[in-house]
């Protein structure tokens, strides 16, 4: 009897460990800090990978899509925080409202920049193509925060506690090119890897779901 409990204990702490963490205050973990579970790359998966407990994106094309049992990895309203480090001259992207696609760039959902010293002109924290930003406003190789909130229409987006974007969606029918079937709906989180050079990390992966 005593054996059977011992095995039941292990199983119980196996299957917990698996478990999102969820904090007092409502945030969720969707990253353990070990390993890719719960979270699903298209082609050039080898361009993510775990470093002293980060994600690593550093490799050809690809994007790493959450599909982890928190809210079924399908959210509308919430807020969403990384700790990310770029090394000079890497480009990347945290994507929201977007969905599993095997290749090519996201066609859901918005992109948010990560870029301090890469050579497109729009720097971290910028709403692609929608509303971007010109300042730099933290450095390569230093781990910052950044934020994302989603509620009903509105996107706000902070880097280090520093409001960045404010938007309102209103008139997408105003917008260019492919941003004209990109709008707020509901989806999963993304993070991109642009091009070989670039090589970023992001840590300390979190959501707080938000009432809809």
């Not at 969720?28 to 082609?43: E, H, M, P, R, Y």
């Amino acid at each position: 009897m005593k054996r059977l409990s011992f095995f039941s204990s292990i199983l119980f702490l196996i299957v917990c460990s698996n478990l999102p963490v969820l904090a007092q205050d409502g945030w969720v973990s969707i990253f353990n800090g070990t390993s890719l579970d719960g979270w699903k790359a298209g082609v050039n998966a080898s361009s993510f990978s775990i470093v002293d407990g980060a994600i690593q994106v550093a490799g050809p094309r690809s994007h790493l899509f959450y599909e982890g049992p928190v809210k079924n990895h399908m959210f509308k309203n919430f807020e969403f925080k990384a700790t990310v480090m770029t090394k000079p001259g890497s480009n990347s992207g945290i994507f929201i409202h977007t969905a599993y696609q095997e290749d090519g760039w996201p066609a859901k959902g918005y992109e948010v920049q990560v870029n301090n010293s890469h050579t497109d002109w729009k720097r971290t924290g910028s709403l692609y193509n929608v509303m971007d930003v010109k300042e730099t406003y933290v450095k390569d190789n230093e781990w910052y925060t950044e934020y994302i909130k989603v509620e009903g229409k509105h996107i706000t987006i902070m880097i280090n506690d520093k409001v960045v974007v404010d938007y309102e969606e209103s008139d997408i029918d105003k917008r260019e090119g492919d941003m004209k079937t990109k709008f707020l709906s509901s989806g999963t989180f993304a993070l991109q890897a642009h091009d070989p050079k670039s090589v970023v990390l992001y840590k300390d992966i979190k959501v707080r779901p938000l009432t809809e």
